[in-house]
């Protein structure tokens, strides 16, 4: 997998607040591309202790830093929230994933040629685990109890 920026596996919910917040010095609106750190910090309210993320931006005009708190997803403890960030992550890879996987399949239809290959592969083919290799399959490494 190619590398990703940094912003790439940030929740959904933090890019989207980051996009509406603006350079306290220049008045330059942030990018995802401005932020050079993350974290998870404890928070007191009145009500109760929560954790928060937030993002360290540094303003790509003025190179002036700040730090932006997220409230919008509060939660009662740091696993928690830990748990969202990377079920967040989770979902991305897996999307990821099924985009490579959906790009690489061929539509078309096998055609007589490729079958009639095939066909001749599985009857030239002696053993089941020469039909496993040649068809892709990595066989686990044979261990000196194996009887076959």
Known sequence: ????????????W????????????????????????IGIRESESEKNDY???YVEHKCSSCDYRSLITLN???????????FTILEGIRKRKLTEKSRAIKKNTN????????MKNFIKFINNTKTH???LKGIGVLLPPKTSDDKS
């Open 51 to 53: 954790c928060s993320f």
């Open 1 to 12: 997998m190619d590398k990703k920026p940094f912003h790439y596996w940030l929740p959904e």
């Open 129 to 131: 685990e020469e039909f």
């Open 72 to 82: 919008k997803q509060k939660e009662v403890s740091l696993e928690n929230l830990c």
């Open 107 to 114: 539509q078309n239809p096998i055609s007589d040629k490729e």
């Open 14 to 37: 933090v890019q989207n607040s980051i996009n509406h917040k603006i350079c306290g010095k220049c008045s330059k609106k942030y990018s995802n591309r401005d932020i050079v750190a």
